[in-house]
């Protein structure tokens, strides 16, 4: 695993391949939110009332899900084996505010992004998400 820029602090004792999938998306939730919300405030508006409402609709089930099928002809072989896996993984009930094949989505692309994460990938984290933040494909519309 790679050590860049510090970021990695505590990695997991096995290897990524092989971490249950919604332990890869538990990390990725926090991963993609963090990302997400350094992306925001890069941007020029920085109200905290604006920041959090866009960052809510960059995470919402509804929204991953839709990045997801953005991303879905882009992804190598691997990462489409993992986004599988995410995706069929017992991860709980949905939320109130998402359907059960958003919400599948949803944790497979968290899962990717942990997947990413935790294999040192911040390259190719960054390219995935240069392509929501150039067009506001990540962004939930409602």
């Known amino acids: 695993m790679s050590e860049e820029a510090g970021l990695w602090f505590h ?22 939110e963090l990302l997400v919300r350094q992306y925001l405030v890069s941007q020029p508006n920085h109200k ?19 990045l997801l099928q953005r991303w879905q002809p882009l992804l190598t072989e691997e990462e489409a084996d993992i986004v599988r896996r995410g995706r069929n993984a017992k991860s709980g009930a949905p939320p109130k505010n ?30 995935l998400l240069a392509i929501a933040f150039e067009d506001g494909n990540g962004q939930d519309s409602e």
């Not at 990695?11 to 993609?32: E, M, S």
Request: charged residues 20%; aromatic residues 10%; hydrophobic residues 40%.
């Open 48 to 66: 905290l009332h604006h920041l959090h409402r866009q960052a809510t609709s960059w995470v919402s089930a509804r929204a991953q899900c839709a």
């Open 11 to 32: 990695a997991p004792a096995k290897d990524p391949q092989q971490l249950n999938p919604v332990v890869l998306a538990y990390i990725g939730d926090a991963v993609f």
């Open 98 to 127: 998402a359907d059960i094949q958003q919400y599948r989505q949803a944790t497979a692309l968290e899962c990717l992004v942990g997947y990413l994460y935790y294999q040192g990938r911040s390259d190719r984290l960054r390219e």
